[in-house]
């Protein structure tokens, strides 16, 4: 009991010690929306008209692909393009659609280098995540081309799953998915060109086999479109042995509800 209190105390401490600066940081750097820029009331968090245009996706869903439906049809129903198509994967999570505020989020942090989001955002998916993180092995992000890291500096996959590991408490592994071919950017191009530009692109870096046999893995993208890249990354995934593989993303392009 005695240590907890002291925690505890050790902790107020700390708080009452940072806050000039933490004050300080506010008049050099006040709190904004993340995604407009509009003055807030504190950091990492958008405003009351950003955050009106958020659609979150929110059961009723497809089991497999989380299409949102209109009306629940109960437990267990699936849409039927996971009857008629079904993914490599075993179920698809995102935290909202890829529009409005979600949109501008996704490009700050693959765009314009806002690596600030990340925790913010890595929290939705967490939420979004229907407790499949909580129960995975490790989380993977989808990696980028060694060649493109030197161009973007850095992978906003990666950047996502390292938050959502570190608030889950769950092991990242970044090393283990790698990226063998070079591809084109997949922006502009139909489902089947997107397809063939991926296909064959991923594959488990030799000597981590282990990493992925018999485990639960979290698949870690920022916007899921076609399915085409995750759909490759899976497929290099389950060649390994993975068990279970949840595609976690924070946005999902959607037409409609169903």
């Not at 600030?116 to 081309?145: K, N």
């Not at 060649?147 to 959502?164: D, Y």
């Not at 990354?233 to 959607?254: E, N, P, S």
């Amino acid at each position: 009991m005695g240590t907890i209190e002291t925690k505890g105390e050790t902790g107020r401490i700390r708080a009452q010690l940072l806050r000039p600066f933490f004050m300080l940081a506010d008049l050099v750097y006040p709190p904004s929306c993340a995604a407009c820029g509009v003055s807030t009331g504190g950091h990492r968090g958008l405003c009351a008209r950003c955050w009106s245009e958020v659609r979150f996706i929110e059961r009723p869903y497809c089991e497999v692909l989380g299409i949102p439906f209109s009306h629940d049809l109960g437990p267990g129903i699936l849409s039927a393009e996971a009857i008629a198509n079904p993914p490599p994967f075993d179920r698809l999570r995102s935290a909202a659609t890829h529009e409005h505020a979600v949109r501008t989020l996704v490009h700050g942090l693959k765009y314009r280098d806002r690596t600030d989001l990340a925790p913010m955002m890595a929290g939705w998916m967490l939420r979004a995540s229907d407790g499949m993180v909580e129960r995975c092995d490790a989380v993977i992000p989808v990696p980028l081309h060694r060649t493109r890291m030197v161009s973007r500096k850095f992978n906003q996959a990666a950047e996502l799953g390292r938050h959502l590991a570190r608030l889950a408490g769950k092991p990242l592994l970044p090393a283990t998915l790698l990226r063998v071919k070079r591809t084109s950017q997949q922006v502009g191009l139909g489902v089947r060109a997107r397809e063939d530009n991926v296909r064959g692109a991923f594959a488990v870096a030799a000597g981590r086999e282990s990493d992925v046999f018999g485990k639960r893995i979290v698949l870690v993208d920022d916007v899921y479109t076609t399915g085409a890249t995750v759909g490759a990354a899976t497929r290099a995934l389950r060649k390994a042995g993975a068990a279970d593989i949840t595609v976690l993303t924070f946005a999902r392009a959607l037409a409609e509800t169903i």
